[in-house]
C-alpha cells in the first residue's frame, strides 16, 4: 500500500495566458507572435478530426474577464496551486522599458482573488509568447531578449512577489525552439537550425538573469526569503524501441543528451553539454556566447524542476528507416537525425497519437532526481479527447483513467524517495491548444465554445480530483467509482451557484 501525499503537497492544475485569456487589445495589450500567428495561418479542419486547428485566439476562454468566478470553482475542486503565465504583452506591449500598470494591475487582482480562494500562484514567466515588438527586434534568438527579459522578470517579482513563494522561467523550451526554430509549426516559424541555436544560448542565459532579479527581489523584500524559482522541462524519456539492440540504446542516449541534457543541465549544472558547443562550432556562433554569461549561468543555477510529463519517446536508430514502422511524421521538430521516434503498433495512443505510458513517469524521475538533485513538481500531465457533453456536463471516465494512472505514479515515485513537492495537471478548464484548437479538450472543467456562451460546466474528472485532494491519494482502478463523480457533477451543475458567472 503506497503512503499518502504529504498534507502540504500542492494539488494544482497550470495553464496558459494565451490559450485562456482573450482581450487581446483590452487594458493597454498590444499584440503578441501567437496573435500574429493565429491571425495568419487561421485554419479549421472538418469537425470531429484529429488534425491542427489554429483559431483565434482574441477570447479564447475569456479567462480576462471570468478569472474571479474561475477562481471559485478551483476552490470547489480544491486545489491549492494554480501554474499560469503572466502576459509578456499585456506588461510590456511597446517596449521594453515603459510598462503598462493596467496590465501588472490586472495580475495582481487574479493572484489575490486565486489567494483569496485559498491558492498559490504558480507564475511562469515565459510561455512561447514574446510581445510583436520583441519578436520584430529579434526575439528570444537574440541578445536583444536578455535585457527585455530581465525587466519583465523584475517588475513581476517586484509586484507579485507577495502573492507566491514558487516561479518558474520558462515553460518547455524544448518543445518551443525545436517547433518554432527548426520547424515552422509555431511562431516565429523561423526554421533555421542556427537560429535554433542562439535561441537555446538566449533563453539558457534568460534563466540566469531571472535567478539574479529573484535574488535581488528577496534582498528588498519583494519575494519571501524561502521563495524557489524552478525551470520547467518537457522531457519525453527515451525507451529504446529494442532493448537488446545496441544502435537503439546509442540512440536513446543521444536523444536524451539532446532532449534532456541540453535544456537542464545549463540552469541546473550552469554547464552547456558537448552538443551544444559542436552546433556552435558548426554554426560559426563563437561570438555569442561571452564570458560574463557563463559566468552567471554558472553562478545562478534554479532551485527546482518542473516536468511536464505527458509521453515517454521510443527511440529507434535511422539504421531502420527503411524498415516497417510508423515514424513520427514530423521530423522537423528534431535537433537530431541521429534518434528517431516511432509509433510501434501495440501501444496505447490518444487520437492525436500521443502515446500512453504512465510507467515512466516514476521509472525517469529518478533520473532527473540523481542527475540534478533538485525537487520536482509536475507541471502539465494531462489528456487530450473529444469530449460530448450531454445532460449539461461531461462524462470523461477517460481522463480519469489518464490522470489517476499518472498520479499514482508520482505517489509510487515519492514512496521510492523521489522529492515530488506537487502535481499540476493540464488542465484547469478547456482552452485554445496548439495542435488541436479549441477541439482538443483537456479541462477538468468544460467552457461552452461550441454555443459561444464560454460558460464553464463540471465534467466528472473534476470530481475525481476533488476525490484524490480529500484523500491524500490517487486510487486502484477497482475503486474508482465513475458513477460516484458523474453523480456529483450533475448534481453541481443543477444546483451549485459557481456555475452562473453573475455569482
Ligand atoms: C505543452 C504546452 C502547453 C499545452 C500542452 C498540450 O507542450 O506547454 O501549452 O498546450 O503541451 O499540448 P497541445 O495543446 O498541443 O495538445
Redesign the pocket.
Known sequence: MLKKFPKNFIFST???SY?IEGGRLLGGRKHSNWDKFTIENYHIPPEGVAEREIASIDIAADYFHRYKEDAKIMKEIGVNGFAYNMDWARIFPDNENDFNEEGIKFYEEVFKSLNENGIKPIPILY??DSPLWLEEKGGTSSRVFLNAFRNFSKILFKRLGKYTDIWYVS??NS??TTSAYLDDYNPPQKKDEKEFWKAIYYLSISGAIAKEEFDKAKEKGYVSKDAILGI?H?WNPAIPYDKNDEDDLKACEIFDEYNLDLFLNPNMLGIFPNCFYEAIEKFNLSDMVLEEDLNLMKKKTLDLIGW?Y?RPAIIASPKRLNENIEWHNNPGHFITKEAWIVYPKNERYTA?K?LIKPEYLSIASHVLWEKYNKPLMIL?N?I?YFDERKDGIVRDDYRIDYLNEHLLEVQKAINEGVPFIGYSL??YCD??????GYR?K?GLVGVDFENKTLDRFPKSSMYWYKDVINNLRAFDKDELNYNKYYNEALKSFKTNKIWNKNN
Open positions: 497550470s495553464t496558459c490559450q510561455h512561447w515553460d518547455e518543445s518551443y520547467d518537457d511536464n505527458y492525436w500521443w502539465e494531462g487530450g493540464w488542465t482552452i485554445f491548444s496548439p495542435s488541436g482538443k483537456y
